[in-house]
Structure formats: structure tokens, C-alpha cells
């Protein structure tokens, strides 16, 4: 069974940045897409990121296009979440998710089969 470990956020203030790591351990590793999906008080969880692992097509939610990157280190089993220019209204608890092989698109946090706890990032104004 793989985990899914979540770290790097934290308290920033607007406009600053942060990066945040997804690390699968246990098990194989193998797996047909991973995602980001962030939760804010009150609100439902909504998509941010997500990559296709072989292929590496990539998707940003419009709130987050240009301001945040995903990317990879395959000999770690990490992926990764670069988010520049970050905004109050970024703050959220980040989820990192896992989908081992395709059951629908991966904009759709229902979709994915594993997640990680989460990692709150506060962007203070």
C-alpha cells in the first residue's frame, strides 16, 4: 500500500512563495496520474494541479495558472508543487492524491484513489 506524505507548508505572507513535496513510500510505485487539491474553511475541496506520470501532461486549475508548477523527481516517488506570487486566498490545507491507473479525468478529486494528510499553507495579507 503506497503512502502519501505531504510537507512544506507553512506561514507566508502575500506574494511570497513556497514549495511543496508529495512523497509516496511503501509498496511499488506505480501509478497513472498524481494531484493537488487544496481545502480552505467551509469550502469543498477543489483542484489545483495534476500530471499524467508518462506522459507528464500537466493541468492547472485557472486560479493558479502561471503562478503555480508542478513537477517531479522519479528517483524520489515525489512530486512537487512550486506556488510563486501566493495570495490570501491561496490558503488552504493541500492535498496531494494519487490515481494508480486511469478512472477518469484527473481535474476530479473522486478520481483519486490515495491521499496524503495534508499541509496547511496560510497566506497572510
Known amino acids: 500500500q503506497v503512502q502519501l506524505v505531504e510537507s512544506g507548508g507553512g506561514l507566508v505572507q502575500a506574494g511570497g512563495s513556497l514549495r511543496l513535496s508529495c512523497a509516496a513510500s511503501?509498496?511499488?510505485?506505480?501509478?497513472?496520474?498524481m494531484g493537488w487539491f487544496r481545502q480552505a474553511p467551509g469550502k469543498e475541496r477543489e483542484f489545483v494541479a495534476s500530471?499524467?506520470?508518462?506522459?507528464?501532461?500537466?493541468y492547472y486549475a485557472d486560479s493558479v495558472k502561471g503562478r503555480f508548477t508542478i513537477s517531479r523527481d522519479n528517483a524520489k516517488n515525489t512530486v512537487y508543487l512550486q506556488m510563486n506570487s501566493l495570495k490570501p486566498e491561496d490558503t488552504a490545507v493541500y492535498y496531494c492524491?494519487?490515481?494508480?491507473?486511469?478512472?477518469?479525468?484527473?481535474?476530479?478529486?473522486?478520481?483519486?484513489?490515495?491521499w496524503g494528510q495534508g499541509t496547511q499553507v496560510t497566506v497572510s495579507s
Open positions: 511503501g509498496g511499488t510505485f506505480s501509478t497513472y496520474a
Open positions: 500530471c499524467t506520470w508518462s506522459l507528464w501532461t500537466t
Open positions: 492524491a494519487m490515481q494508480p491507473y486511469y478512472s477518469g479525468s484527473i481535474r476530479f478529486a473522486a478520481n483519486f484513489d490515495s
